[in-house]
């Protein structure tokens, strides 16, 4: 960007605070080091400057802390823009000087202001439409920037198109057609993926092999129920990405079919996203009237614009209201209302505490589709629709899941029959959530609410069953009788305030009574967890005659509910198949949109009753059931039966691949490197494909990286297990040696804020700023951000970053692991690790396989470029040797005490470098 004369500053006096320190800014610009309380003081005399309020008032520890937080004028003057939320960022951001030290940090906000109040001022200013309007709302909820921005944000001379009036409307498509049966010659591979890669690009061997096997997907099936299925195993650089886009985009143009592309994090489908205009370039000329490339999510993630409008209209008032306000500036300027990962700044919804996110989206099941007046401009319809017509779809493993069981239900959309499952090594946790069974008290109150709609003081315009279907009822006169039945039946389910009565002993109802039971048997039957104040859980065995009788009643109770609702379905089918005048094509879409989510209600109730009918009965040995209490630093909040399969590849296997013509599994970390070598018997039976009998092809491509040289495993042997004073040490050094850079992963939250609240301050007075998950008040996708753009930074987190971190280049140069992540010893995990075998080496081979997967995805996220590198500490006085393998062949290991870590780490030791003798050096692995 040219470089821009620099604003005045606007005279107010601006507060930034960090862990080494604050300093304060008065209007004239005078700049002072100050202490937190008086730094506190002045924040409450008088509105501040201050970017990012919460994590502010975190550095002072005083919650109530508000001012003129920057972010949020960013957020009104550039709407669904990204920044990274640091001084640094939002200065890059802005084309002004990026501050030198701490104490210039002030006077940027002051700039910053000025710069925000200029763009308002410019002609050019694209996001200008809407402005005025949502200003003039916001000044009426005290919105502390509104009297400021005011002067520089001119009405304009026609009164602006409201939101809802500028937001474009989907078309209604004809469903496509079947896709054609073309086969893929192999040099039509090899040439898309040249285009893809590049001219002059650097051929890679091993990325022309992985992208013909991956081609083998799209061969026309050779027989019902028996789709195309390849295993393919990329090591991290070989670009398996473009590897396997490059059938994937020529497959679907010539057989005018849609391919899916399902993974576990949102980092990769950002870069999905990014990659893909390769093959399907933005403006490529052709005349469809939907994109090629649809990211598609979970409803839960948009906005839904009828809970936004309820929102504007006074449904949300204060903070809350002022949120609102900002979302609706995004709403206008958003590519797909994607609230959770899309271009919904990740820090907007924490500045204010995420109150009224939720709210916002669709959670609930709610949707009244047709009837609803934005329906023909809703994200998730309009996502809906686009994705049945698009080439690519890229979507979560949980989404596919879904969709495959309830594909072609709706909108003409079919079943996901082409899928490339990335991030494959998380398909049977992904399949362990998405086919799982949980009866909850919060999941029973939220089936009432849905039935009975607001009750007691509630607000809002959730509505219950009978309204939402009040034209139904007055036509129909047994669908009137259905749904006061429904309502009358779910009055026995959970109401607001039961895990209050439950714990006074007087819980009210049968599903009170059974949750009751629960929790009086989980807590007898505790042995250890109680006094720690987190999850209990006890086996669903040996049940006594009190909690049979009562799982016993609320499963009549929940069967009550369910008979009701299954005859509503049957009179909404009637009035589909044989329709009055009054229904015309919307109203249509109403009753059959309210069809669908009865009988996702149905499937619910049915599978809480047939897991209430097994207990006491015969174990099932397909199952693992069990019973739990919910805590959190020893506050209850929920209350649950629990199923799972001992295999979820089974229901996976019948419900996805079955049905499916090809379906590619891939990763770096597909398949477990035992010290024996690849297991590839077990990547097989976690693919599902045993289940339905297939033998699915087998590929592997090594990565291309030099590990002996780009990266290095440290054990540390002396650092004691349970002293947190040694671990915090021991985090603290090594990230001065380091001199930040460092991904700190953590198995307990608890050990991590001990850690944080130990080192931070002194690492920041050395100018190595520590974050953390689960202690600052960010988002974890703004966290990475924070980090990737910072090299000074370091980052605690746990399991999510453990692959969720995609940091190439200096930012990222040493990982550090607090102990062996041996999986938790729960109910499920000892179930599994049974059925792994009679014998202790079974049960200790299932274990390993575990960790070595987790230590894997840990030390995927170090290397990845050529021009990368880095070390992998492992604090453990006792690292098994059978579990070195898990790192790439030819990483050098060192077993050693941290002080000579620390130093080895200071010299930026390479393995090539002879070893310091009293270091016991592992073999190459
Ligand atoms: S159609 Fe449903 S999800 Fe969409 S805006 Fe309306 S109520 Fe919300």
Known sequence: ????????????????????????????????????????????????????????????????????????????????????????????????????????????????????????????????????????????????????????????????????????????????PQPKHVPLAPEDVAARLDTLTGEGSEKREGQRDYAQEAAH????????????MVLAQAGTGVGKTLGYLAPASLWSQAAEGTVWVSTYTKALQRQLRRESRRAWPEADGSDRQTPAVVVRKGRENYLCLLNLEDALQGGFQNRAGIFAQLVARWAAYSEDGDMVGGDLPGWLPTLFRRRGLAALTDRRGECVYAACPHYKKCFIERAARQSAHADLVIANHALVMVHAARGGERDGQQRPSRIVFDEGHHLFDAADSTFAVALSGSEAIEMRRWVIGPEGKSKGRRRGLAARLADVASYDEGGEEAIAAAREAASGLPADGWLARINEGEPWGPLEQLFAAVRRVTYARDEAGSEAGYGLETEAVELDGPFIEAASEARDALAALRQPLMKLGSRLEAILEDPPDWLDPQGRQRVEGARHSLSWRIDALTAWEALLARLGGPADPDFVDWLSVERAEAREFDIAIHRRWLDPMRPFAATVLEPAHGVLQTSATLCDRSPEGPDWDRAVARSGASVIGLNPRISEAASPFDYATQAQVIIVTDVKKGDIAGLAAAYGQLIEASEGGVLGLFTAIRRLRAVHARIAD????????????????????????IFRDDPRASLLGTDALRDGVDVPGDSLRLVVMEQVPWPKPSILHRARRAAAGGERADRQAHDDAIVRARLSQAFGRLIRSRGDSGAFVVLSSAFPSRLLSAFPTGTPVTRTTLADALQMLQRGVSCSEPQDKQNVRESDV
């Open 1 to 176: 960007m040219a470089s821009a004369p620099l604003p005045q500053p606007v005279p107010l006096p601006a507060l930034h605070a960090s862990h080494s320190g604050c300093w304060l800014a008065d209007p004239s610009g005078n700049v002072r080091a100050l202490s937190r309380g008086e730094a506190i003081m002045a924040a409450a005399e008088t509105p501040l400057l201050m970017l990012n309020a919460p994590l502010v008032a975190s550095r002072l520890g005083y919650p109530e802390l508000s001012g003129l937080d920057l972010l949020e004028l960013y957020a009104f003057v550039h709407p669904a823009s990204f920044v990274v939320p640091t001084p640094k960022g939002l200065a890059q951001a802005l084309n002004l000087p990026v501050p030198e030290h701490e104490g210039e940090v002030p006077m940027l906000l002051a700039r910053a202001a000025a710069r925000l109040f200029e763009r308002c001022e410019a002609d050019d200013w694209t996001q200008r439409e809407g402005a005025w309007s949502v200003l003039q709302s916001l000044a009426r909820q005290k919105w502390p920037w509104s009297g400021l921005l005011a002067p520089h944000v001119r009405k304009p001379e026609r009164a602006e198109r409201w939101l809802f009036a500028r937001l474009p409307e989907w078309e209604e498509l004809p469903p496509r």
């Open 217 to 228: 997907v799209f061969a026309p099936r050779p027989e019902k129920g028996r789709p195309n």
């Open 762 to 785: 002194r690492l920041a007075r050395s100018g190595l700023p520590l974050f953390a998950q689960h202690v600052d008040p960010i988002d974890t996708g703004t966290l990475v951000d």
